[in-house]
């Protein structure tokens, strides 16, 4: 059991803790540039800040935030150059300094960023003439009911790229990390012929969450049972009340959906029996179960505030107790993420009510 325990708590102890430094380059506000290591990091995180070490074995690395930086770049990797964002919090519209992922230099320099209030939609900025445009996919409301930005993505390409008659229509262009970026290439192509495009994989970094979670639940379990008198084995229900706690990872990919979130989770849980209908059980029950869960969340409104979310997944379960065995399983639910990140959940199978709160993201 302990073994167990521990191994548990090794698969998920947070990647940040054994983050890897690859080669890279900073480029100081000076213009000097100065190489060395840089953490691989989310591009979330990689939006405010930079782990950096002059050395692999330098015991500390030096914290840059994007007002100590120009720009940055991987050696076999992104580039990232620091630019004034526009956000909106609390209905007003603020901006600030934020390093943004490179996607494309030429006529129109393309970058990569996230909108700050709903984490991980991602915007793009778009530089021509020395002038920043902001293209999200919808505008974001003020306190004063007014819009930031009342014109679509497709208003400010069609403006940014009225000079190339070879492009094909902004109103066919989806609002996604490759068909923006092709879209660029291929308007830069257009005015210069000598441009070529940065090699990118369209991707962004999977971002990670790390959940603690508490549940409580009843179990409606079938076991045989043989009645107090002589006669036939038969079928009954038996009910059990449940509490344990669980480690969690999920996991979104924004470039391919910020809707569906995959889920992990190693559990351990508790059982006590509540009640039964008559008879003796020919069958112990567990003590105890060890559970490791795969699961996909499927969000319907990523922007909302109170995230509500359907789940379906599969699990492996390990029983202790008398009669020890591996199971499979499944898990079906509902449920919401909170604004502070918090996840409240019931999962019907076994009418368990979970809530988990977040760490290590």
């Known amino acids: ?39 691989q990091d989310g591009d979330i995180e990689l939006l405010e800040k930079l782990y950096f070490k002059t050395a692999p074995d330098q015991a500390d690395a030096r914290i840059y935030e994007p007002n100590e930086l120009k720009a940055f770049r991987f050696e076999e990797g992104a580039e990232f150059q620091q630019i004034p964002v ?5 209905g007003l519209l603020m901006s600030k300094k934020q390093f943004a992922k490179v996607m494309a230099q030429g006529t129109i320099d393309l970058y990569l960023s996230y909108g700050s209030l709903q984490k991980g939609t991602f915007v793009f900025y778009a530089r021509k003439d020395g002038t920043l ?45 490759r068909a923006i970026t092709e879209f660029i290439n291929t308007y830069n192509g257009c005015r210069d012929a000598g441009y070529q495009a940065m090699v990118t994989d369209f991707k962004t970094r999977l971002e990670k ?13 079938h076991f045989f049972v043989t009645p107090s008198t002589t ?42 029996g509540l009640a039964r209908i008559g008879g003796i059980l020919d069958e112990t029950p567990p003590t105890a179960t060890l559970t490791a869960t795969v699961a996909a969340h499927f969000i319907f409104n990523p922007l909302a505030r109170l995230k509500w979310y359907t789940r379906l997944g599969a699990a492996a379960n390990y029983d202790f107790g008398a009669q020890a065995a591996l199971r499979p399983g499944y898990s079906f639910g509902f449920g919401a993420y909170l604004p502070s990140g918090v996840r409240l959940g019931v999962q019907l199978i076994s009418w368990q009510f979970r809530v988990a709160v977040p760490f290590g993201g």
């Open 209 to 221: 969450q790390y959940f603690g979670e508490a549940m409580v639940g009843i179990n409606f379990s």
């Open 133 to 177: 445009h902001k293209l999200s996919e919808k505008p974001l409301l003020l306190a004063s009911g007014n819009y930031t930005q009342p014109n679509s993505y497709r208003g400010v390409l069609k403006a940014l790229t009225f000079d190339c008659g070879e492009l094909s229509e902004p109103d066919q262009v989806a609002f996604r990390i």
């Open 86 to 90: 526009s956000f909106v919090e609390q």
């Open 231 to 272: 006669g036939p084995d038969r079928l009954e229900r038996v009910i059990f009340g449940q509490a344990g706690i669980a480690l969690q990872m999920e996991t979104v990919n924004p470039s391919f959906s910020r809707k569906l979130v995959t889920h992990y989770s190693i559990g351990l849980y508790k059982w006590a």
């Open 1 to 39: 059991m302990k073994f167990l325990l521990l191994l548990v708590l090794s698969v998920l102890l947070p990647y940040r803790l054994i983050a890897q430094f690859e080669k890279g380059t900073i480029t100081l506000p000076t213009g000097e540039e100065v190489n060395g290591y840089l953490r």
